[in-house]
């Protein structure tokens, strides 16, 4: 079992940045592989960005590319999303997910859950 959960949501100008971290219990949480997801008012779950369980390999969102940045420290058994150049439309509750195995762009692959975190960017 993993329990996730995330912080570091907030209320940020346009071209300002956070940084979320996922916090996790368990110690096998370094056999896992993490992804970001965000959700706004009225659409759909999408994906953010996902890691591997030893953080080599990453994988981003078009939307995102160039400007969040995924990591991990095992030793603390934590996740980040750096959030640079927000922009309105990343406004939405981010969440934390993790699953053994590969990463996985789909919100379906995944098996633990965050109860997520607000993030809000103003125009």
């Known amino acids: 079992q993993v329990q996730l959960v995330e912080s570091g949501g907030g209320l940020v100008q346009a071209g300002g940045s956070l940084r979320l971290s996922c916090a996790a219990s368990?110690?096998?949480?370094?056999?896992?592989?993490v992804g970001w997801f965000r959700q706004a008012p009225g659409k759909e779950r999408e994906f953010v960005a996902a890691?591997?369980?030893?953080?080599?390999?990453?994988v981003y969102a078009d939307s995102v590319k160039g400007r969040f940045t995924i990591s991990r420290d095992n030793a603390k058994n934590t996740v980040y999303l750096q959030m640079n150049s927000l922009k309105p439309e990343d406004t939405a509750v981010y969440y934390c997910?993790?699953?053994?195995?590969?990463?996985?762009?789909?919100?379906?692959?995944?098996?633990?859950w965050g109860q997520g975190t607000q993030v809000t960017v103003s125009s």
């Open positions: 997910a993790a699953r053994l195995g590969e990463y996985s762009d789909s919100h379906n692959w995944y098996d633990y």
């Open positions: 368990g110690r096998t949480f370094s056999m896992y592989a």
């Open positions: 890691i591997s369980w030893n953080g080599g390999s990453t």
